[in-house]
């Protein structure tokens, strides 16, 4: 389904093509090859959004603050005081560091939290069976806010947090912020969603690094999860991309940040 | 000398009223002080920029993480670690709190470093006697990119930190921050700065609060000057107002966070 003819005209740049771009900590916590990121995401052509996550920095620091830290199938189990040290790691000292290398690369980056200029609202996940305390489910992203920051030729670079609207600074995946950002500016452009990761894409072969699926449709999903083929924590990360290409999201690719690269052809495309 | 009359038209909200307000660790520490600042502050009329310093917070994380705080003349030496703090706290966990506070009180506040944007840029002090480190000295302002923030109904907040633009984040005066935006924000807009600080004004005796000197220009400064009643370290933060006001700022108001309350009309004016 092609959905190009949906997208909203009234701003200047719609129409034009957007790529948003979700790191992880694996690419933080490593200098060169955040440096060699953030090279591939300056010359990347087009509008840009990037998202980043934190990584160990903020368990590194909560540890040296005497702070446990508490993880739940993955998850951070996110107390007041470990919200103030992921506000202090990833809204400060990783956002403003790759605002500042970015710029230096003459790319034209403003560094956000959800609760700048409105831009990514939530409320604070609902205790069932685990309460996660201070953490995120996203209600809705200021795409018109956002559309004015690209309008100006600025360059959105989002930390994994949101706010609540009532004073509330909430932590918040940051795959699902790539997701939400992605889908909610898919009314203005033709947007195409990079999950950047450790692997060169979704693997035929677990344990043949370059046997890369290079595009996933809906049907092809179909047959990979009937042969096991995507199994296990692969299954909800690929759900989570058909649900965000069905919600208005143009294609999703999955591979090394490598895959920024004009040259480099294989990664996983995620279509319908 | 009137200067409005040198306003460049060029942008929607040009020849709107401009507030840039500034406020010490003082109001910061203090939540209740802060809340009721931050009301303040979001009700005032017109367009406004918020200028934030750190104080002790900043000082209290390094002697968590045992880095000695070193200061000299009350600035702060910022070696690397010193730098990593400050980008923690002001950048991070003060600037994001008090942008998730200004929302909940309908201030569409966004928070910035000097990097964010290239809004402030800066390059590192030349080590002369006393190596300050990773001390920033302003060079320019990016005030057409800030009008456009301005324009999108954005409200800056700024925190201490510019960038050089080759990716090294400094750490700058909050004082010097506030006086450079507002006097390169003065081509643009009817321009008034506020410094706010824990005394109601310049006072004219030291040991009556109340004393407040509601009016200084060129002539009665030279006089406050020869009689002695400014001396000792107001005489630099009075010599910085008029250089302010030479170099385009319309007016500049000194005195409690509370002058922000039109009810309140006791604070210290300075004009040419």
Redesign the interface.
Known sequence: MKKSNKKNLSFGEAGRGLSIIKIGGNVIENKEELAKFLTLFANLDGLKILVHGGGKLATQ?AA??GIESKMIDGRRITDAETL?VI???????T???I???L??KNC??????G????AIQAHKRLVKEIDYGFAGDVDGVNNS?IS??LS?N?TPVFCA?T?D?????LNTNADTIAAEVAIHMSSFYETTLYYCFEKKGVLQNINDEDSVITQIDNRSYTKLLSEGIIADGMIPKIDNCFNAIERGVDKICIGHHSMLDSKNELYTTITI
Chains 1, 2 share one sequence.
């Open positions: 620091l040296k603050l103030e506000t202090m790691v990833y809204g400060g000292l956002n403003k560091n605002v500042a290398q710029q230096a034209n980056a403003i560094g956000l939290s609760a700048d200029g409105n806010m004015k920051l100006a600025l947090i706010h609207g009532n004073g509330q600074l």
